[in-house]
């Protein structure tokens, strides 16, 4: 059973940076693009940025320069490293890894992250 858990979430100030990281257990990490979204409260889930399975990334544009996905094959991790935080960025931040196929997107239970003074 594939299984995605995030971690790295918690309280920081404006203008501090925080990574996220999401360990999938099961599967064959190297073989699925991968991508982080998040949701704010009371807004609709949305992208914040993918990564191929050759490691070419993108981004919503509102986050290119801020934030910095990447992955690492033999760690079975995808990362994100997010910069300058406004209280803009507070949402559960959750990884995906995208469909192949008949293979079905998975998701992992997020994690919360809250930019404030």
């Known amino acids: 059973q594939v299984q995605l858990v995030e971690s790295g979430g918690g309280l920081v100030q404006p203008g501090g940076s925080l990574k996220l990281s999401c360990l999938v257990s099961?599967?064959?990490?190297?073989?699925?693009?991968m991508g982080w979204y998040r949701q704010a409260p009371g807004k609709r889930r949305e992208f914040i940025a993918g990564?191929?399975?050759?490691?070419?990334?993108f981004y919503k544009p509102s986050v290119k320069g801020l934030f910095n996905i990447s992955r690492d094959n033999a760690k079975n991790t995808l990362y994100l490293q997010m910069d300058s935080l406004t209280p803009e960025d507070t949402a559960v931040y959750y990884c995906?890894?995208?469909?192949?196929?008949?293979?079905?997107?998975?998701w992992g239970q997020g994690t919360q992250v809250t930019v404030s003074s």
């Open positions: 990564i191929s399975i050759g490691g070419s990334p």
């Open positions: 099961g599967g064959i990490f190297a073989d699925y693009s």
């Open positions: 995906k890894r995208e469909k192949i196929g008949s293979t079905p997107e998975l």
